[in-house]
């Protein structure tokens, strides 16, 4: 801007302006072609075309539903909207492959972004959910499920199993009228959906006949609390008359919050103080005639997961921010480079030499006159002392290391998604690694079965097998022909009853295997049956069942179906299913025979849990301290045989649990009444050892990196004797190396005297559990990372994402190094977006930590090359490109120098 005034003016204008511009055009140009594709992408996703029920169209003669009791009417303002989209109405099939969805049912074609709160979505197969819905019904008329991928949502791959509302599902197509569902969503702790049918004798009466509640939004996604409120007929019509008169004295609740409002009939969104107890209204409090359905996570489709086979109707119950998907979305800072970080203080430093050189040579004729113009001339003219070009040419090299990481032979399938890192690469000091799936190929296998007296392998499975035929077969005749009952037993009988007891027992192990999982068969176009679960573990599990001659043939929402090897059906109802989940460590199931009508409360879990629950034993313990330090993942199977009253007790004490209106309070109630009635004294069955395989090259490629000079931490949510056992089996862990354990460390004065031993003891390897990690940097935060960074290898056992993140920050904090993180599973985005670098696998655990990452890679020993080849070249390429501008621009200010310093003298 200086050249416009003539008496700064210095040379032709052009010479300032045109290479200015042009940096500025390329930066732009970058940042604006990035904005324009992430634009794309969001347009993309916002303008996909999505199915709703449109109970708002006037009936057609086309519509069967116009001869009926339910018609509406559109206001001007629904009509404005319905003019942008066409509105079809298309008949949903009855057939094989949709058996429940018998209606034509009126449909308005909407892009998702016009989606809202209240909405009834079709999806159909491998459509994406674009909102938070309640499932309402199912093309699977037997058991009203369907299931759900959700790599992108928790980073997992393995299919979800979810259920339909009951009520809903067997609406019958004279009910279709129910489905008559819109809404619009208030800013309150609470929201209420309503379920309308309108009555031809009332006109545009409500009458509720059901109502959803649904929680405030949480970030949760394995926790959801909502009911079902059903109202019957007789209920419904003493709420109209109520709602009438109300309305006589009183404006609708609402009115005043969108004109659209008026033409919805079908929904109403309740304030909390229509919910409370103690606030109630007329029209919301349940009478004894109202039923109460609860609804779980297991009725809900979360937005961004995949309906992966057959069709659903949801009700949409949270959209936008307040999704699920939404709210558990981090915006990490932009991350740069260090070398950009040095190259911005070396600037600065060029425009303090800049300034002193321009006071410089004014002094040295005197500052008389003008002088402070010859000062802005001088810093004019010595400006190409600061290197405008350099930018542009480090990003222009930026662009070609990436493609030269891309196109790299060895490392196929390396996805660089942050252009402005490659130098970071070569600058790393601090490598943070998770263990399964990335160490490991998350390739489960079942290696071992233990009994307490008994244990089976991989080589005695035949043995197994044939146990099991025994237990499931017909009783052997006597070998020596002795008639039952008649006279002393021999030796060879009581060995025959030694082996018929050993096989009840390996029968009620293998059985409990069979049915305590959430694994579902699924029939492949080729006729081949695929398992697919939450977690490789119980596919593995279950795949060593049929192995050993029990196969799971069917499984739906009510019941499951097991083969033996000589044809015996084996028919289980499912009567309740207790999940998985991250703070129980622990799944149950009660199941009843349907021949015996026998009733069993199933539960496997850890160790560290199951061992407070079973009976007292003496093995359970020992056995898996073993399992583990031969680095299997273990499992404890047990049991409890139920009788109808104790079922009946515990039932009526759950349903009161799950349909607490008191929802803060709901999870910790339904917990404590499975303790107090199911997890006591239960029977052990057996331990199960899985076993997770390394990587491919994973040991050398360790070895490389710890050569290298990097200093390698392990974070896994795994127990220690696992860890333990993979860091030893993987060379993470040098032979000799001396390995110090600290678990369940409490109090400052512990913690200390930990800190002095390692102290101590530089050369040794750290392994460490969550809850002493906690304790060390809540007391000694910086201490502890001071110390453990000067150790060769930390590995960190039971940590949580959030612990994995801050191990990130701290390290980066304290010692201001270069820190790569590395997962695959979506507990590792939060660990990988903390990190200076962060590198995702694409593993069976989904493309969420890969999609989260700043470089893709396919396996864990394609490091090597991207660190000790491809970020070494780039940083030097790049040191060696600033040092090139900045020293070719001050060979032009020297040469500049004598001629201007004739020019002080001359003038």
């Known amino acids: 801007m200086s050249q416009f005034v003539p008496a700064l003016r210095i040379g032709l204008l052009m010479t300032y302006v045109a290479p200015l511009g042009f940096v500025l055009m390329i930066t732009i140009g970058k940042e604006a072609h990035d904005d324009y594709l992430r634009r794309q992408r969001d347009s993309i996703a916002n303008s996909s075309r999505y199915q709703i029920l449109d109970w708002s169209s006037k009936p057609t003669a086309h519509n069967p539903l116009s001869n009926s009791h339910h018609h509406s009417s559109a206001s001007a303002s629904a009509s404005a909207s319905a003019s942008t989209t066409t509105t079809t109405f298309t008949q949903i099939q009855a057939d094989s492959s949709n058996p429940n969805m018998t209606s034509l049912l009126p449909i308005k074609t909407i892009p998702s972004a016009q989606i809202r709160v209240g909405d009834i979505l079709l999806l159909d197969k491998n459509m994406r959910v674009p909102a938070d819905l309640v499932l309402l019904r199912t093309s699977d008329q037997t058991s009203g499920s369907c299931f759900i991928r959700t790599d992108q949502l928790d980073g997992e791959t393995d299919w979800k199993l979810k259920l339909a509302l009951e009520f809903t599902q067997n609406l019958t197509e004279g009910d279709a009228g129910l489905l008559a569902l819109d809404g619009q969503a208030e800013d309150d702790d609470r929201l209420r959906t309503t379920i309308n049918r309108k009555d031809s004798d009332q006109g545009s009466r409500r009458s509720r006949r059901a109502e959803v509640y649904a929680d405030k939004p949480i970030m949760d996604i394995h926790t959801f609390n909502g009911t079902l409120l059903i109202h019957s007929r007789e209920d419904t019509k003493r709420r109209r008359e109520t709602e009438s008169d109300r309305d006589r004295q009183q404006p609708r609740l609402g009115d005043d919050l969108d004109p659209v409002r008026d033409s919805i009939d079908d929904i109403e969104i309740a304030s909390m103080h229509e919910i409370l107890p103690s606030h109630r ?55 740069t480079s260090l070398l950009d970080i040095e190259i911005n203080q070396l600037a600065k430093i060029l425009c303090i030499v800049t300034f002193t050189l321009s006071v410089a040579l004014v002094a040295l004729n005197g500052f008389r006159g003008p002088w402070w113009i010859y000062v802005i001339r001088f810093l004019i003219l010595f400006s190409s002392i600061i290197p405008i070009s350099l930018r542009v040419n480090l990003d222009m090299g930026k662009t070609v290391y990436a493609h030269q990481i891309e196109n790299d032979l060895e490392i196929p399938g390396t996805i660089v998604r942050t252009s402005t ?94 049915l305590c999982h959430n694994v579902t068969p699924v029939t492949n176009d080729d006729g081949s049956v695929t398992y697919q679960a939450s977690s490789p573990d119980e596919v593995a599990i279950v795949a060593y069942t049929e192995s050993v001659g029990l196969k799971l043939v069917s499984r739906d929402r009510s019941g499951m179906s097991l083969r033996t090897t000589t044809g015996q059906r084996l028919e289980f109802e499912v009567l309740e299913i207790f999940p998985f989940t991250s703070e129980s460590k622990r799944m149950g199931i009660i199941i009843r025979e349907k021949k015996s009508g026998e009733l069993t409360f199933y539960q496997k879990g850890a160790d560290v849990v199951m061992a407070k629950i079973v009976q007292s034993n003496d093995w359970l313990e020992e056995e898996c301290d073993n399992m583990s330090r031969e680095g299997l993942r273990t499992l404890v199977m047990a049991k409890k045989k139920l009788s109808q009253d104790a079922y009946q007790r515990f039932t009526s004490r759950y349903l009161s649990a799950r349909v607490d209106m008191v929802t803060e309070d709901r999870q ?68 000799g190396q001396y390995i110090h354990q600290v678990s369940k460390l409490q109090g400052p004065e512990k913690v200390q005297k930990e800190l002095e031993f390692l102290q101590q003891k530089q050369d040794c390897c750290l392994v460490i559990d ?15 990372i001071e110390v453990t960074t000067k150790l060769p290898v930390v590995v960190a056992c039971r940590c949580s994402p959030t612990q994995k993140a801050e191990i990130a920050k701290l390290i980066r904090l304290y010692t201001k190094k270069r820190v790569c993180c590395i997962g695959d599973g979506g507990n590792d985005v939060s660990m990988i977006q903390a990190a200076d670098v962060g590198v995702g696998i694409v593993g069976k655990e989904g493309k969420q930590a890969s999609l989260a990452a700043d470089f893709s890679i396919n396996q864990f020993s394609f490091l090597t090359k991207l660190l000790l080849w491809h970020g070494r070249n780039s940083y030097k390429r790049s040191a060696k490109l600033a040092q090139f501008v900045i020293h070719r621009v001050m060979l032009l200010v020297i040469l500049w120098l004598p001629s201007s310093l004739l020019f002080s003298i001359k003038t």
């Open 281 to 335: 209204t007329t029209n919301t409090t349940p009478t004894e005639e109202t039923r109460k359905v609860p609804i779980t996570s297991e009725n809900v489709l979360w937005a961004n997961t995949v309906l992966a086979a057959g069709q659903a109707v949801g009700l949409v119950i949270y959209t936008g921010t307040e999704t699920r998907a939404v709210m558990n979305t981090s915006y990490p800072k932009t991350k």
């Open 770 to 784: 969550g809850e002493s990690l906690a304790s060390c940097l809540s007391y000694f935060e910086s201490e502890f």
């Open 421 to 514: 890192l490659p130098e970071e690469l070569g600058r790393i000091e601090y490598l943070l690694s998770d263990k399964t799936g990335t160490l490991t190929q998350n390739e489960m296998e079942l290696k071992k079965l233990h009994m307490g007296t008994m244990a089976y392998g991989l080589d005695s499975m035949d043995e197994v097998a044939l146990q099991l035929a025994t237990a499931f077969g017909d009783n052997p005749p006597d070998p020596l022909g002795n008639p039952a009952g008649s006279g002393l037993p021999t030796a060879s009988l009581l060995a025959t009853r030694g082996r018929r007891d050993m096989s009840s027992r390996v029968k009620d192990v293998i059985l409990g295997l069979g």
């Open 668 to 735: 910790e109630a339904i917990q404590r009444v499975i303790r107090e009635e199911l997890e006591n004294n239960l029977e052990l069955l057996g331990v199960t050892g899985v076993e997770d395989k390394l990587q491919e090259d994973v040991k050398s490629t360790l070895e490389l990196l710890r050569n290298a000079g990097l200093k390698i931490w392990m974070l896994t949510g795994d127990k220690i004797e696992t860890a333990t056992c993979i860091a030893i089996s993987s060379k993470l862990v040098s032979r």
